[in-house]
């Protein structure tokens, strides 16, 4: 489905996959977090998972989801940023302090505006799409059995004369009353 119907999945906001910490400044072991934030090696991440379970105002360390760039930064200084593109496209890792709080971002892959949409982004909605396009059909066939059963046992009655008997009776009663 979404390789036949990409054009319906291109991206009105920009996307990204990202890991992010909003750490205090009164944070225990800031320049260590630092050192696991920006390592690859799997003990470094999980030592700051569960550093950040404990101190972390938020964090986003599942670096395989996608995220509106917005949504996920907007409470930072680097979703204040008025130029997203330009910033995406010259920074894979950021740094900035403000007066309360440490901010680390690690950029892995990034979509602009008007590109396709990542797949994982958009994979609920198309499972909620599908599902509700058999649902449609399921009602369809089930109200074709219905009428089908129906009509070969002549257990129903044909609505649409006594609905035109009551349109023409309601006319009648508008002229009347001119």
């Known amino acids: 489905f979404y ?9 009105k906001q920009n996307n990204i996959r990202a890991s992010y910490v909003k750490l205090p400044l009164v944070s225990p072991k800031i320049a260590k977090v630092k050192t696991w ?3 690859e090696k799997p003990n470094d991440k999980k030592e700051l998972f569960s550093y950040c379970l404990q101190f972390a105002s938020f964090f986003e360390l599942a670096d395989t989801s996608w995220h509106y760039f917005h949504e996920l930064l907007e409470d930072s200084p680097f979703g204040k940023n008025s130029n997203q593109v330009s910033f995406l496209l010259n920074n894979k890792m950021a740094e900035v302090t403000d007066s309360s709080y440490l901010y680390l ?30 649902k449609i ?9 219905v ?24 006319k009648k009663l508008n002229e009347e009353k001119r």
Do not use: A, C
Request: aromatic share 10%; charged share 30%; glycine share 2%.
């Open 3 to 11: 390789d036949n119907n990409k054009n319906n999945f291109v991206l």
């Open 37 to 39: 934030f920006f390592s």
């Open 105 to 134: 971002l690690k950029i892995q892959e990034y979509k602009m505006v008007d590109e396709i949409s990542p797949l994982p982004f958009v994979k609920e909605n198309i499972l909620h799409t599908l599902m509700h396009k058999r």
């Open 137 to 145: 059909l399921l009602l369809r066939e089930l109200e074709q059995q």
């Open 147 to 170: 009428f089908t059963s129906g009509k070969n046992n002549n257990d129903f009655e044909i609505m649409y004369q006594k609905t035109n008997e009551k349109i023409e009776n309601l």
